[in-house]
């Protein structure tokens, strides 16, 4: 349980929240630390002004405009009580000034809401106090976000990782089933190369005329099956084909394998002709995969309905049934490979599907609709080729 739930997805982000959160937290330390740093600057300004303008000796003047001119960063207005602007101020636009009269009683609007201004008493009696309103430095401003930066490159980087783990573990998953595909059609071909040679020898016996004609046809499906497995490890070759003849062929043959009480109805809107670019053999699994799935759903009696209607570009194929319905979290896990409510299943058929469908054909495989006891239906989207 552990190991599922603490997987290496898991830790990447727990070391990516780790570095983000421990940045976030220092970074405003030092952004209190930088505040309270540039206010003590401004008392000192508010200072100097105040001392300056009671001075006449000519260190004293140095000194006090040795404090202006270090301050070259932080933008301070002086106003009086009432918050109206003297005319002294620093590290703001002069040009904006100059053309919005105004420009001073807005900034000092705006500093207002960043930091309580700095009050400097200048008369004792009666009390008269000068007030500094400040902006934010540039150092300021680059702390604050800082922050925000390095979680964006973070989750960049975060997302590389993911997008590149994926992609490898695709790959490797095609890689897999490529080769088990490849295998189990070679596994499949010497048996049936035999059984072949011994329904060659059977066929010599007039007797045997009804053994091997059924022979001959579960020899036949059986390289069907070896056919199917071999095109998936490969790139399959795509055909124009009339889909109606197509999915028509695989309906009867199931109908001749399904319970008597299972009916099954074909409807293809007044259309006699689809073409789709298909490999005949995987879309006939696909089909029969998607029968099969119809058909376990259904316990007792039920209808099985397969319908397909064609737009200017796609061509939609619905298979419904009135079978026991699949919850909506299930939706896209029936499509994983392993996944099956049936006691007995590998679970690979959806899946195989899916594959053929998407990666093969380059189509659409999803459950349109289902409801618990009422029953589901799987569309699959392909392209028009009748244009």
């Known amino acids: 349980m552990f190991q599922q739930i603490f997987n290496w997805r898991t830790a990447i982000s727990v070391i990516a929240i780790g570095i983000v959160s421990s940045t976030i937290f220092y970074s405003i330390y030092v952004s209190n630390k930088i505040a309270k740093e540039e206010r003590a600057r401004v008392t000192a300004f508010g200072e100097a002004l105040k001392i300056k303008s009671g001075s006449n000796d000519p260190h004293v003047l140095a000194f006090t405009n040795q404090i202006a001119l270090e301050n070259d960063d932080i933008p301070i207005i002086e106003t009086n009580e009432k918050n109206i602007p003297t005319g002294v101020f620093i590290n703001l636009d002069t040009v904006l000034i100059q053309s919005d009269a105004s420009y001073l009683q807005k900034m000092v609007q705006k500093f207002s809401s960043l930091h309580d201004p700095v009050q400097v008493e200048i008369v004792s009696h009666p009390l008269t106090v ?35 783990l994926r992609s490898n573990y695709r790959s490797l998953q095609n890689q897999v089933w490529a080769g088990m595909a490849k295998e189990t059609a070679h596994q499949l071909g010497t048996p049936v190369t035999s059984l072949e040679g011994w329904i060659e020898i059977l066929s010599q016996n007039d007797d045997n005329e009804k053994i091997v004609e059924e022979l001959k046809k579960d020899v036949n499906r059986l390289r069907l099956v070896s056919d199917r497995f071999g095109k998936i490890g490969s790139s399959p070759k795509l055909e124009i084909k009339n889909l109606i003849p197509q999915i028509s062929a695989v309906v009867d043959y199931m109908k001749r394998r399904a319970p008597e009480k299972i009916q099954f109805t074909c409807e293809w809107f007044g259309e006699n002709k689809i073409n789709a670019n298909i490999s005949a053999t995987l879309f006939d699994w696909v089909i029969e995969n998607l029968l099969k799935n119809s058909l376990d759903a259904i316990e007792a009696k039920g209808n099985i309905t397969l319908a397909m209607q064609k737009t200017t570009h796609s061509i939609f194929i619905d298979v419904t049934d009135t079978g026991k319905g699949i919850e909506r979290y299930q939706f896209d896990k029936v499509f994983k490979p392993g996944f099956t409510t049936k006691k007995r299943g590998w679970g690979l058929g959806l899946s195989l599907s899916r594959r053929i469908i998407e990666q093969s054909h380059n189509g659409k495989i999803f459950i349109k609709h289902s409801e618990l006891g009422k029953g589901t239906t799987f569309r699959i989207v392909l392209k028009n080729e009748n244009n």
């Open 130 to 164: 000068n007030k500094y309103f400040y902006g934010e430095s540039k150092l300021q401003n680059e702390v604050r976000f800082y922050p925000i930066i390095q979680l964006i490159i973070v989750a960049f980087f975060i997302f590389i990782t993911f997008f590149a």
